[in-house]
C-alpha cells in the first residue's frame, strides 16, 4: 500500500492488506483525523462482511476522534465516551481522505463520514469483506473479534522461543502457523511465503 497526496487529497490504497499495509493507513490516519469531529456518517450498503446498521452509526455523531491503534489487520478507532470503531479492511478496501467540498461519490465507496475541517474519511470496498463495527465499552481488544489474537510480531514478545514454543505444539505446515492470528497477528499469504523463502524454509 503507498500513500500519495495529489491537489490537496489524501489517499491509501491496498490490495489484500497485512500488518504492514494497516499500521500504514493507521499512521495516515493520525497525521489526519485525530480531534476532528463526525459530523455526518452516510453508509451506502446495508451489508459489508456483516451487517451494518445504520441507526447505531448515527449515535456516532458529534463524536471527536481520539486515538488510532492497530491490532493486526485491525483498525481501531476510538471516538469519546468509550466508543470505537473496530475496521477491518478484508481483502480490497481502501480508506481514502479526501476535501469534503470536492468528494464524489464512486462506485463501491459503501460508508462516508465527514468531518469538520472540510475532511471526509471514505470507505471503498469491491468485494465486501471488510467490516465496521461498533464497540461500546472500555476495552476492544474483548471484542470477539480481537480477544483470541496473539502477540504481534513487531514486539518483543514474539522471539525464537516463543515461535518454538508454538511450533513444539502442532503438527501444521510451517506457513498455516505463522499464518494463525492466535499465535502471531497480521500474518497473511504474501508476507509468510516471502519470510520463508528469505529464511530457505520451503
Known sequence: MLPYSHSNVYSYIEFMPELPEVETVRRGLIKNV???????????TDKLRYPLDKVSFETLKNKSI??????????????????QLIVHLGMSGVVKIQPTNSYQKVKHDHIVITLN???????NDPRKFGYWLINTTSNPLEHKVLITHGVEPLTDDFNAKYLLAKLFKTTRKI???????????????????????DSNIL
Not at 485525530?34 to 451506502?44: A, F, R, W, Y
Not at 475541517?117 to 470507505?123: E, R
Not at 492470528?181 to 500474518?187: A, D, E, T
Open 117 to 123: 475541517d472540510n475532511l471526509s474519511i471514505i470507505y
Open 34 to 44: 485525530i480531534g476532528k469531529t463526525l459530523q455526518d456518517i452516510g453508509v451506502n
Open 66 to 83: 481520539k486515538e488510532v491503534l492497530r491490532r493486526g489487520k485491525h483498525l481501531i478507532i476510538f471516538l469519546e465516551d468509550d466508543l
Open 175 to 197: 506457513k498455516q502457523t505463522i499464518m494463525d492470528n492466535s499465535i502471531v497477528v497480521g500474518v497473511g499469504n504474501i508476507y509468510a511465503s516471502e519470510a520463508l523463502f
